[in-house]
């Protein structure tokens, strides 16, 4: 048996020392890929669209 929930779902996140202008996200075959790359620590913080 598989459950599927519908609807809208957000998480977050707090992650330091990380290039928040070089993250990618990307969806294939129901499967989400977040790349974060590191740095040094910084106070920028911002969205990410996810393609």
Same mark, same amino acid.
């Given at each position: 048996?598989?459950?599927r929930?519908?609807?809208?779902?957000?998480?977050?996140?707090?992650? *330091?020392?990380?290039?928040?202008?070089?993250?990618t996200?990307?969806?294939?075959?129901?499967?989400?890929?977040?790349?974060? *790359?590191?740095?040094? *620590?910084s106070a920028n913080?911002?969205?990410?669209e996810?393609?």
């Amino acid at each position: 048996m598989n459950e599927r929930h519908t609807g809208t779902l957000q998480r977050q996140y707090m992650l *330091p020392n990380v290039a928040a202008d070089k993250i990618t996200a990307s969806q294939a075959d129901g499967v989400l890929t977040i790349t974060l *790359p590191k740095t040094q *620590p910084s106070a920028n913080d911002g969205q990410i669209e996810i393609q």
